[in-house]
Each structure stands twice: as C-alpha cells, then as structure tokens.
C-alpha cells in the first residue's frame, strides 16, 4: 500500500487561500485532527453554491405571510418561497449535482412545505424548518436511486491533479465539488448523509440530529461508522490512511 504523505500544500486561489494535501486532508480529516483543514477545502467546494439565506430568530414578516398563505393567499407563499428559494437550493445543491434534477427536487421542498406549513408552530426560524424538509427530500432522493454499481467512478488521482506543488494553478471548484461527490456517492445513503450534513453544511450535531429526526447519540455513532467506512473505501483503492 502507499502511504498518504502529510506535507501540505499552499494553494492560492484569487483572493483565497487553501491548504490542502493531495488527499492528505482526507486522512487528517478522519484521524478528526485537522476539521480545520477540511473546512478550508470545503470553502473552494462551496463557492460556487447558492448561498443560504440569513436567519437567526423567527421573522414576524414570515409569520404573517404563512397566516395569509393559510387563509388562501397564493401570493404570499410566492413570497417565501422567493425568500427562501436560495437557501433550499443551496442545501439540495449538495445532495445533486445534476441542474435539472436540482431544480425538480426544489420544487419538491415547496410542495411538500405547503403541504405541511399548518405543523409550523413558528418556534424556530422558517429556515430551519424548511432545512428539515430539504434535507428529508434530498435524503429521500438518495435512497431511491442509491445503487453502487452506477456510482460515478473517482481516483485520488483526480484531486492531486487540480493542484500544483509550485501551488500557482487555481483550485476549480466545480472540479473540486465533482471529486467529493463522486467520493461521498460511494458510501450508503445514511453514511453519505451525516458526512454531508456535519461536514459540508457545517452542523454541529444538535442541527443534524434535528434535521434527521435522529438521536444525538445516533449522530455521534453514524458518524463515527461513516467515516471509518469511508477509510475502508480507501483502502480497496490501495491507500493506507493512518488514523
């Protein structure tokens, strides 16, 4: 087997700069040594996603237009769903890369949120409610089309070639987010999930465990099960990764 080699390197990118390591972040990632490192890859993967909308507390605008939704007002759920259009899609653009397929399963959120917009009980912001339910979708998609044999083929290979040692050829992000979905494809859809949710949408493990209806304890588990299959996935390839 050969080793993953830890020396990193300094790849700058406009104005951004990542360190990375030549699938060495992968392993510092797993041996939970460097989450700092796979955040930073991470930001080139994302920077091209749709970006999320911005809530902290419940908003009393979205409070109103859900009571006049309710009442048959079709023009106030046009305006959430113009509000949060953005967030959803850059929650789902995780779960596919394919744009049309990205586009149906937005759509689905707003179908099934309207559906649903009566359980709102207005205690948490409408974007964390409507994080629940994209994730649901996303989830739901990948488990009715989950099938190994069709998962697209990935090569370490792919991502040392996107980077340079002289650390002078920008990182593509679309290159990038290619290679770790083709990676993540490769795993289960429940594995695929909590990896996706804690490390690529950055929830800590109360948001994931509330967004899939799991315990905590669940998470810590699931967690700790998908990364170690993950190894294990790199190993079959011929790469040792040193825990």
Same mark, same amino acid.
């Given at each position: 087997?050969? +080793?993953?080699?830890?020396?990193l390197i300094?790849?700058?990118?406009?104005?951004?700069?990542?360190?990375?390591?030549?699938?060495?972040?992968?392993n510092?990632?797993l041996?939970?040594?460097?989450?700092?490192?796979?955040?930073?890859?991470?930001?080139?993967?994302?920077?091209?996603?749709?970006?999320?909308?911005r809530?902290?507390?419940?908003?009393?605008?979205?409070?109103r237009e859900?009571?006049?939704?309710?009442?048959?007002?079709s023009?106030?759920?046009?305006?959430?769903?113009?509000?949060?259009?953005?967030?959803?899609?850059?929650?789902?653009?995780?779960?596919?890369?394919?744009a049309?397929?990205h586009?149906?399963?937005v759509?689905?959120?707003f179908?099934?949120?309207?559906?649903?917009l +009566?359980?709102?009980?207005?205690?948490?912001?409408?974007?964390?409610?409507?994080?629940?339910?994209t994730? +649901?979708?996303?989830?739901?998609?990948?488990?009715?089309?989950?099938? *190994?044999?069709?998962?697209?083929?990935?090569?370490?290979?792919?991502?040392?070639g996107?980077?340079?040692?002289?650390?002078?050829?920008?990182?593509?992000?679309?290159?990038?987010? *290619?290679?770790?979905?083709?990676?993540?494809?490769?795993?289960?859809p429940?594995?695929?999930l909590?990896?996706?949710?804690?490390?690529?949408?950055?929830?800590?493990?109360?948001?994931?465990?509330?967004?899939?209806?799991?315990?905590?304890?669940?998470?810590k588990?699931?967690?700790l099960?998908?990364?170690?299959?993950?190894?294990?996935?790199?190993?079959?390839t011929?790469?040792?990764l040193?825990?």
């Amino acid at each position: 087997m050969r +080793r993953l080699q830890a020396s990193l390197i300094a790849v700058r990118c406009g104005s951004m700069t990542l360190l990375s390591a030549n699938s060495v972040v992968l392993n510092a990632w797993l041996g939970g040594a460097a989450v700092g490192l796979w955040d930073a890859w991470m930001a080139v993967v994302t920077a091209t996603s749709p970006k999320k909308a911005r809530a902290a507390s419940v908003e009393i605008t979205d409070l109103r237009e859900i009571e006049r939704t309710l009442a048959g007002d079709s023009e106030s759920y046009k305006r959430l769903i113009e509000r949060y259009q953005q967030h959803v899609a850059g929650i789902l653009w995780k779960f596919t890369r394919d744009a049309r397929m990205h586009e149906e399963l937005v759509q689905d959120v707003f179908v099934e949120a309207y559906l649903s917009l +009566r359980t709102y009980k207005g205690k948490a912001p409408l974007s964390h409610w409507l994080a629940t339910i994209t994730t +649901r979708v996303g989830y739901g998609f990948w488990k009715q089309n989950h099938d *190994r044999r069709r998962a697209e083929a990935f090569s370490l290979a792919d991502w040392d070639g996107l980077v340079q040692a002289d650390g002078e050829q920008c990182v593509d992000p679309s290159e990038a987010g *290619r290679f770790l979905y083709a990676l993540l494809a490769q795993l289960g859809p429940r594995d695929r999930l909590v990896l996706t949710l804690r490390y690529l949408e950055g929830c800590d493990i109360e948001e994931t465990a509330r967004r899939t209806g799991w315990s905590k304890s669940m998470v810590k588990v699931q967690s700790l099960r998908a990364k170690r299959r993950l190894k294990q996935l790199f190993e079959k390839t011929g790469v040792e990764l040193e825990l």
